[in-house]
C-alpha cells in the first residue's frame, strides 16, 4: 500500500488530498499544529510543529511520498521555503518522493513570462507568499537528479473561497497559467485533490512542475 505524509494536512489543499488519498486506498499521516475539527477516518493525524526536525523525520519514516501542502503565511512568513530545502534534503538520502503543493503566482501568462505574480493586477498582500513559492521551486530545480519531486501549481481561482465541485475533467499543464474560453483559471479542491493523488499514484512528472485547471 502507498503511504503518504501531508505536511499541512489540515487545510484547505491538505484535507483535501487526505480525503482523495483514503478514498483510493492510500496509508495516510497527516501533520499539523493541531487535531482538526472534523477529521477524516482513516486517517493517522499527527500533531507536531514541521520545523522540528523530529517531526521532519517521522513525516519521512516509511513514507513512498511526502506532502507539503504549507503556506507562508499565519506566522510561518519565510519559514516554508527553507523548511522545504531542507526536507528535499533529508528526502533525497531516505529515497523518499516530495510532493510541493505551490501557488499560481510563479506561473506564467503566456511562453516567456512574465509571471503571474509580476502582472498589474497581481494583488499586493499576496505577493510575499507567491515569491516565497517561486523561490522554493527554484530551489528543487537545484537540487540533485537523485531526489524525485514534482511541484504542483493550482489554477488561480484555487481556494476555500472557490470551493467547487469534483468533476473529474481538468486539464494538466506545465508552467503556463491555464485559463479556460472566458478567461477564467479555477479549480475545486477535490479536482485539484485528485491531480496530485494522480501524481503520486502514477508519477509522470518528474523533477518537473505541473498546474491543474478546467
Not at 533529508?90 to 499560481?104: I, K, P, T
Not at 524525485?148 to 473529474?168: C, I, L, N, R
Not at 503520486?200 to 518528474?206: D, E, L, S, Y
Amino acid at each position: 500500500m502507498t503511504q503518504i505524509s501531508i505536511l499541512g494536512g489540515t487545510g484547505y489543499a491538505g484535507s483535501h488530498i487526505a480525503r482523495e488519498a483514503i478514498a483510493r486506498g492510500l496509508s495516510v499521516r497527516a501533520f499539523s499544529r493541531s487535531l482538526p475539527e472534523s477529521p477524516i477516518e482513516g486517517v493517522d493525524y499527527v500533531t507536531g510543529d514541521v520545523q522540528d526536525p523530529a517531526t521532519l523525520t517521522s513525516a519521512l519514516s516509511g513514507a513512498d511520498a511526502v506532502v507539503v501542502a504549507l503556506s507562508p503565511r499565519g506566522g510561518q512568513e519565510g519559514k516554508v521555503a527553507p523548511l522545504i530545502a531542507k526536507l528535499a534534503a533529508e528526502a533525497e538520502a531516505a529515497n523518499v518522493r516530495v510532493g510541493v503543493v505551490g501557488g499560481a503566482g510563479s506561473l506564467l501568462v503566456a511562453p516567456g513570462g512574465p509571471r503571474v505574480v509580476d502582472t498589474p493586477d497581481f494583488p499586493e498582500a499576496v505577493k510575499p507568499e507567491a515569491f516565497e513559492m517561486g523561490e522554493a521551486l527554484e530551489h528543487l530545480r537545484t537540487t540533485p537528479e537523485t531526489l524525485d519531486w514534482f511541484y504542483v501549481s493550482p489554477a488561480g481561482g484555487f481556494g476555500a473561497w472557490a470551493e467547487g465541485e469534483k468533476t473529474g475533467n481538468f486539464r494538466v499543464g506545465g508552467d503556463i497559467l491555464l485559463v479556460d474560453a472566458d478567461g477564467k483559471s479555477e479549480i475545486s479542491g477535490a479536482d485539484f485533490a485528485q491531480a496530485i493523488v494522480d501524481e503520486v499514484v502514477t508519477p509522470t512528472h518528474k523533477r518537473a512542475r505541473f498546474t491543474v485547471a478546467y
